[in-house]
T-cell receptor, first 114, second 111 residues
Framework: DVKVTQSSRYLVKRTGEKVFLECVQD?????MFWYRQDPGLGLRLIYF???????EKGDIPEGYSVSREKKERFSLILESASTNQTSMYLC?????????????FGDGTRLSIL | DAKTTQPPSMDCAEGRAANLPCNHS???????VYWYRQIHSQGPQYIIH???NNETNEMASLIITEDRKSSTLILPHATLRDTAVYYC????????????FGTGTRLQVTL
């Protein structure tokens, strides 16, 4: 089974802090994604990566950066946390083989910025 | 990606089959149908996907009509743990691209 592991289920940080969210997948997937999910707004893509050291902006990259130094790990960084970044953050991965492979999600990190 | 329409909610008795419909009348030939579910406070879980043939795995069956304008996800023996929001998504296969969930169907499995 595909396993996508996010480092924390719940996280509380203060405004202005630099926040790191980590995601690891164990299926040798090429593609990795960071989304945030908010009530009434659905899933919104922040960044994705299709290879090591490669990254592409999603729909809402402002205030975030990412790092992918190893194939299995994709990190999301909140450069200076703000209260409007309080949200559920979801990491996903997928294989590029065949082009129709589904995305598999982690359990999410519920981040609160105080 | 094609738009999908799902009923907002459904009920199912435990042990019975749950049949969740999805309309995607504007689907194009290279678009796949994917089903996910999300149990409260957890990440979305992939269930199954297909192009035009019916598909079955250990979790569910996917029935796609011959004209591909609609599909049905079947959970053969629903349990209380199947209570979740179920999302039907239609998207083109290819390079990495975002998933967009609609409002989905809230399935309530009852004793």
């Amino acid at each position: 089974d595909v396993k996508v592991t996010q480092s924390s289920r719940y996280l509380v940080k203060r405004t202005g802090e630099k926040v790191f969210l980590e995601c690891v997948q164990d299926m040798d997937h090429e593609n990795m994604f960071w989304y945030r999910q908010d009530p009434g707004l659905g899933l919104r893509l922040i960044y994705f990566s299709y290879d090591v050291k490669m990254k592409e902006k999603g729909d809402i990259p402002e205030g975030y950066s990412v790092s992918r130094e190893k194939k299995e790990r994709f990190s999301l960084i909140l450069e200076s946390a703000s209260t409007n970044q309080t949200s559920m953050y979801l990491c996903a991965s997928s294989s590029y083989r065949g082009g129709n492979q589904p995305q598999h999600f982690g359990d999410g990190t519920r981040l609160s910025i105080l | 990606d094609a738009k999908t329409t799902q009923p907002p909610s459904m009920d199912c008795a435990e042990g019975r089959a749950a049949n969740l419909p999805c309309n995607h009348s504007t689907i194009s030939g290279n678009e796949y149908v994917y089903w996910y579910r999300q149990i409260h406070s957890q990440g979305p879980q992939y269930i199954i996907h297909g192009l035009k043939n019916n598909e079955t795995n250990e979790m569910a069956s996917l029935i796609i009509t011959e004209d591909r304008k609609s599909s049905t996800l079947i959970l053969p023996h629903a349990t209380l743990r199947d209570t979740a929001v179920y999302y039907c998504i239609v998207r083109v296969a290819g390079t990495a691209s975002k998933l967009t969930f609609g409002t989905g169907t809230r399935l309530q499995v009852t004793l």
